[in-house]
């Protein structure tokens, strides 16, 4: 038996054109490759869309290549993710499933007796292997369907056994995501021979006595600024059972090649930054390339501004870069002060905030500049609306702050 397990696609996530474009074609590249590595069927644990309505031309590529695998006779079984589950309980992956292009694994009810969760298993027709699982919700809503589930069915199920989950287990967090809100692996039903996770984007094989071989695969493909820069390319998992041995391998989906610069850029003049970037890359080839540059520290002089990225970038897309990413949260300007706060009234935290840092640039007069960082909080401090993809999402939060500050 061989199977692939993938999960955290995102589609539609990204708002460059060029990046979705890498991010479908490293769809298309993992199901190709599954289909050539003759795989009996394919997992997909959660978040294969952004949102729980995606585009018309997302949707569109997807379900040509979920044909292509039902004609070949290829399985896909699925669970819906925290993106592609809405909060009214709308998901795509209904439409996919009554097209017969996919089959949803979290199926159940709740039994009458127990007044828990009851799981069934969907039994793969190919192989004899069982497979249920559990959707995924924002924000860690998930956990109470764990805490209510009746486990004595599932872990005395006879049989080649498959979990799907879409949640954070504490056992399985990365240190860069020590902090994230998650469960214990206890809540899962033990006994299971392989259980796929998805929404942490972080690779993750672990054997645990009693409960198998838990798994991450990472995202598919990198969802933003800070993925693309940690690990520069997707991956997922394919599983080969061979006589009662479970073998778990890790293949890399790597549609650019990816290129990151990270410079300390303290004591440093923007000239001096902009030639130290430029000579970094000056013998790479960067041909199809993608490159991340991360700026930190404080500059000895002058703005940001002053870093000449519009040569910078002039000289690597002549070069045949794809693309170009900058990051300068981390870069500060002399020019900036150091902001201290009372903390000893939190309800006033932010307004003391504004005040210590008014008329650092003097843009406008400080009665204006209060008022017009207080609205513009007010206008960013919103939320997708439900059915709201990302670059609709940007679309209108940069329309209503055009508007606050009187910009075409």
């Not at 159940?108 to 292997?129: C, H, I, W």
């Not at 956990?143 to 080649?160: A, C, D, S």
């Amino acid at each position: 038996m061989k199977y692939a397990h993938l999960a955290d696609l995102h589609l539609g996530s990204w708002r460059d054109e060029k990046m979705r474009l890498l991010s479908t074609t490293a769809f298309i590249t993992a199901i190709d490759d599954c289909i050539n590595k003759g795989v009996d069927f394919i997992l997909f644990a959660g978040d294969l869309f952004n949102t729980s309505l995606p585009s018309l031309d997302t949707l569109k590529l997807v379900t040509k290549k979920l044909k292509e695998l039902k004609d070949k006779d290829i399985s896909l079984y699925a669970i819906a993710g925290s993106h592609d589950f809405s909060p009214s309980g709308k998901t795509m992956l209904d439409v996919l499933e009554n097209a017969g292009l996919l089959i949803n694994v979290c199926k159940g009810a709740v039994n009458p007796e127990s007044k828990q969760l009851r799981l069934k298993f969907t039994q793969d027709q190919k192989t004899g292997a069982k497979i249920t699982g559990m959707l995924g919700k924002k924000g860690l809503l998930d956990k109470v369907y764990y805490q209510n589930l009746e486990l004595e069915n599932l872990e005395q199920e006879p049989g080649y056994k498959i979990f799907m989950f879409h949640t954070t287990l504490s056992e399985l967090k990365p240190k860069h995501l020590e902090m994230m809100e998650s469960q214990p692996v206890s809540f899962l039903p033990k006994r299971f021979n392989y259980y796929a996770g998805g929404h942490i984007h972080h690779p993750t094989i672990l054997n645990l006595e009693n409960y198998g071989t838990l798994t991450y695969t990472g995202a598919l493909f990198p969802n933003n600024f800070a993925e693309l820069e940690k690990y520069g390319k997707g991956s997922y998992l394919l599983i080969t059972v061979e006589e009662n041995r479970q073998n778990v391998e890790q293949v890399y989906i790597e549609v650019a090649k990816h290129h990151n610069l990270n410079l300390e850029c303290k004591h440093k003049s923007p000239e001096l930054i902009t030639s130290e970037i430029i000579e970094h890359f000056n013998n790479l080839d960067l041909n199809n390339s993608l490159i991340t540059i991360r700026l930190r520290g404080t500059i000895e002089q002058g703005r940001i501004s002053d870093i000449n990225f519009k040569d910078i970038f002039a000289r690597l897309y002549a070069k045949g870069t794809y693309f170009i990413m900058k990051n300068t949260s981390q870069l500060q300007t002399p020019e900036f002060e150091e902001i201290k706060i009372n903390t000893s009234s939190p309800e006033n935290r932010e307004e003391e905030i504004i005040k210590e840092h008014l008329q650092q640039i003097k843009l406008f007069d400080r009665d204006t500049e209060m008022q017009l960082t207080k609205e513009l909080l007010m206008t960013l401090n919103t939320t997708k609306r439900e059915g709201e993809n990302i670059t609709d999402f940007q679309t209108r939060v940069e329309s209503e702050v055009n508007k606050l500050l009187n910009l075409k």
